[in-house]
C-alpha cells in the first residue's frame, strides 16, 4: 500500500526553529483571521460550541427547552402525530411527540462535538505517539507499528466504525472510540514521516548530545517541530469525525434516543419526510454548517502556518 | 493485507458479545441443549482451529449459514443477493460523480478565480461537507415529496426487470460525496497543467488554444484524477451502505443494518470482509494504475 498515494498534502516544515519567537505567532492567528472563510468557520463552531456548554444553564433559566420535553400546549391539538412546523414558539418545529427540534439540535451539538473533541484527542495521543515511535526509534519498531497502522487502513473508515460499534454495541463511548481508531493512521504517518527527516536535525543532535533521553527527544525536542501538519489534520479530522458520528447515529448505532443526536433526528424524521419536511432538514443544515466551518478552519490554519504566505 | 483482514474481522466477530448458540436455540434452551449446540458449531473448540475451519470454509465458498436474520439460510447466497442490488447503485453513482465533476474541474480549472469557478469551487465544497444522507433526504423531499417526479424510496417492483426511475435519486446522493472531491482534484490538475512548460511551448507553436486543452491539457490532469476515481470506489461502497438506509434500498447496506440489530455476526463478517477486500483491491489497483499511466513513477 506504500507509493503513490498519500492521506493529505503535507505541508512544509518550516526550517528548524525549536522555540518559536512569540512574534509569529501572533502573525499566524492574524492571517488566520483576516481569511474570511476561516473566520466565518471559527464564528459558526464558536456559536455551536457556546451554545452547546450554555444549553443546561438556558434550559434552568427558562429560555431554551429541554430536549425531552413534549411541549402539551401543541400536543393538545393533534392532527395525526404531534409535530408541528416552524412557528414563533418553536423556531424550526416540533417532533413526532411534541419535542421542541431547536433545543434538539442544540443539545444535539453538544454530543457531536464531544464526540468529536474526545475522539480526535484520542487518536491524536495515540497516533502521534505511534509516529514519533516509529520515525525515532526506526527499525522493527517502525515495521511493528506500521503494520498495525496499515492494518487499519485497509478497512474503509466508516465500516471500521459500523464494525466496531456492531461488535462492542452501540453507545456514546463506543462511537467515539470506534472514531478515534479509524484516524490514528492518519496521524500516526504525518508524525512518523516529519519524525524521520526530524531525526537527522543537528538541534535533535545537540540535544542527544546533552544526555537528553529518547523520551525527552521524542516529545519535547522533534513533537514541536511537527505540530503544524497535525493541528491542521486535527481540525480536518473533526469534519470527519462528526460526520461519521452522525452516520453511525442515523444508522442507529450512535448515541442512543432519548439523547438527541443530529444522526438520529435525521433518521427519526425520515418516517415523515413526507409530512413534516422540517424535521429532517434542519438537523442536517446543523451538521452540514458544522462540518463546512470544520474544513474552513483546517484550510485556514494550513494557509496561515504554510511560511510562504508570509513572505509576500 | 487480506489475511490480516480476515483475521482481525474474525477475532472481532469471534469476540462480540453473545453467544451464537443462545441466539439459534432462544432464551429457554436447556443447559444440555445449549452445550450441545456449541459442539455442532464447534464453538468448543481452540481459537486457531476456529479460525483455520473459517478460512477453509471462506475458500469453498461456504460462508455459513444464517444464524438469526433468515435462519438457516445460507449466508454466502444471501449476501451475494444484495451485493447485486448494491453493485449497480455504486456504478451509477460513480458514474454520476464522473460526469459531472469531471467537466466541472476542467472549467474552474481553465478560468481560475472567475465567478464560474466561484460558484463550482463553492459547490463542491458542499459536496464536501454535506453528509450524502442528508443530500439524499433533501432530495427526497424536493423531487418526490413537493415536485412528485420520482418515487420517494425503493427499489421498484423486484423480479420485473429494471426500474431506472429508482435508481437516480440514490444515486445523485451518493455520487454528491465523489463530486465535492474529485471537482477540486481535477481542478488542481488543471490548474498545474496549463502552467507547465510544455503547454507554454504547445502555445508558442500556434497551436489553438481549444486543441492545447482537448489533447494536452485534459489528458495530464486527469492522470491524478483516475487513481482518486479508484480510491474512491471502497469508499463509496461503504457510503452506498448508509445512502441505501435512506432509500430503503434492499441492498447491503440494510442487509448489514438489519444484521447488526439481529446480532446475526455471520453476515457482518461476510459483508466486512467482502467490502473490505473490495477497498484494498482498489487501492492497490489504484498505484498500479498510476505506475502505469505516469511511467515517471517507478515502484521499487
Known amino acids: ?312 | 493485507m487480506v489475511v490480516v483482514l480476515s483475521f482481525v474481522i474474525f477475532a472481532a466477530v469471534r469476540y462480540a458479545p453473545g453467544d451464537p448458540a443462545v441466539t439459534r436455540l432462544g432464551m429457554e434452551a436447556t443447559r444440555e441443549a445449549l452445550e450441545r449446540e456449541r459442539e455442532d458449531l464447534g464453538l468448543n473448540r481452540p481459537i486457531y482451529v476456529q479460525y483455520a475451519i473459517w478460512v477453509g470454509k471462506l475458500f469453498r465458498g461456504d460462508m455459513g449459514d444464517s444464524l438469526a436474520y433468515s435462519a438457516g439460510y445460507p449466508v454466502s447466497s444471501l449476501v451475494w443477493e444484495k451485493f447485486k442490488r448494491t453493485i449497480p447503485l455504486t456504478l451509477s453513482a460513480m458514474l454520476v460523480g464522473v460526469a459531472v465533476s469531471i467537466p466541472m474541474g476542467i472549467i474552474a480549472g481553465l478560468r481560475p478565480f472567475s465567478w464560474l469557478d466561484n460558484v463550482i469551487s463553492a459547490g463542491s465544497l458542499f459536496g464536501v461537507a454535506a453528509p450524502s444522507f442528508w443530500v439524499g433526504l433533501m432530495l427526497i423531499l424536493l423531487f418526490a415529496v413537493q415536485l412528485g417526479w420520482l418515487p420517494t424510496s425503493g427499489y421498484g417492483p423486484i423480479g420485473q426487470g429494471f426500474h431506472w426511475q429508482y435508481f437516480i435519486l440514490p444515486s445523485v446522493a451518493l455520487g454528491i460525496q465523489l463530486m465535492g472531491a474529485l471537482t477540486r482534484y481535477m481542478r488542481s490538475g488543471m490548474l498545474d497543467v496549463m502552467s507547465s512548460d510544455y503547454i507554454r511551448t504547445a502555445r508558442a507553436k500556434g497551436i489553438p488554444y481549444r486543441l492545447i486543452v482537448a489533447r494536452h491539457a485534459i489528458k495530464n490532469a486527469m492522470l491524478s484524477v483516475v487513481t482518486v476515481i479508484a480510491l474512491d470506489f471502497g469508499a463509496l461502497l461503504a457510503g452506498a451502505l448508509v445512502t441505501e438506509t435512506v432509500f430503503r434500498w434492499p441492498g447491503v447496506g440494510l442487509l448489514l443494518v438489519d444484521a447488526i440489530q439481529a446480532r446475526d455476526y455471520a453476515i457482518v463478517q461476510m459483508i466486512v470482509l467482502i467490502t473490505s477486500v473490495v477497498y484494498v483491491s482498489f487501492n492497490l489497483l489504484a498505484d498500479i494504475l498510476y505506475g502505469y499511466l505516469d511511467p515517471r513513477i517507478r515502484y521499487e
Open chain 1, 1 to 312: 500500500m506504500s507509493g503513490a498515494t498519500q492521506d493529505k498534502p503535507m505541508l512544509e516544515l518550516e526550517e528548524a526553529a525549536p522555540r518559536r519567537r512569540a512574534g509569529l505567532f501572533r502573525v499566524i492567528v492574524e492571517s488566520f483571521l483576516r481569511n474570511r472563510t476561516s473566520l466565518f468557520g471559527v464564528l459558526v463552531i464558536a456559536a455551536f460550541t457556546l451554545a452547546a456548554i450554555a444549553a443546561p444553564f438556558m434550559t434552568r433559566a427558562g429560555w431554551l427547552a429541554a430536549p425531552n420535553f413534549q411541549d402539551y400546549s401543541v400536543l393538545r391539538q393533534p392532527p395525526s402525530l404531534f409535530q408541528y412546523p416552524p412557528s414563533f414558539a418553536h423556531p424550526v418545529g416540533t417532533d413526532t411527540l411534541g419535542r421542541d427540534n431547536f433545543s434538539r439540535i442544540i443539545y444535539g451539538g453538544r454530543v457531536s462535538l464531544q464526540v468529536g473533541l474526545l475522539a480526535m484527542l484520542v487518536s491524536t495521543t495515540v497516533g502521534v505517539t505511534i509516529g514519533l515511535a516509529a520515525g525515532y526509534f526506526g527499525r522493527w519498531t517502525d515495521s511493528v507499528l506500521m503494520r498495525i497502522v496499515d492494518a487499519i487502513l485497509a478497512f474503509p473508515g466508516l465500516l471500521l466504525a459500523i464494525l466496531m460499534v456492531a461488535v462492542l454495541g452501540p453507545s456514546l463511548r463506543n462511537a467515539m472510540l470506534a472514531i478515534a481508531v479509524g484516524f490514528i493512521p492518519s496521524f500516526a504517518r504525518i508524525t512518523r514521516a516529519n519524525a524521520l527527516s526530524i531525526r537527522e536535525k543537528e538541534f535533535v543532535e545537540s540535544a542527544r548530545a546533552l544526555g537528553a533521553g529518547p523520551w525527552r527527544i521524542m516529545f519535547r525536542t522533534i513533537l514541536p517541530n511537527t505540530l503544524s501538519p497535525i493541528i491542521v489534520q486535527a481540525s480536518l479530522g473533526m469534519s470527519y469525525a462528526i460526520l461519521i458520528e452522525a452516520s453511525l447515529s442515523f444508522l442507529g448505532l450512535g448515541i442512543q434516543p432519548p439523547t438527541p443526536s443530529w444522526g438520529y433526528m435525521l433518521s427519526a424524521g425520515r418516517e415523515f419526510i413526507t409530512i413534516a419536511w422540517w424535521l429532517t432538514t434542519f438537523p442536517g443544515l446543523a451538521i452540514f454548517l458544522v462540518v463546512l466551518s470544520w474544513n474552513f478552519i483546517g484550510d485556514g490554519i494550513r494557509e496561515a502556518l504554510d511560511p510562504r504566505q508570509h513572505r509576500q
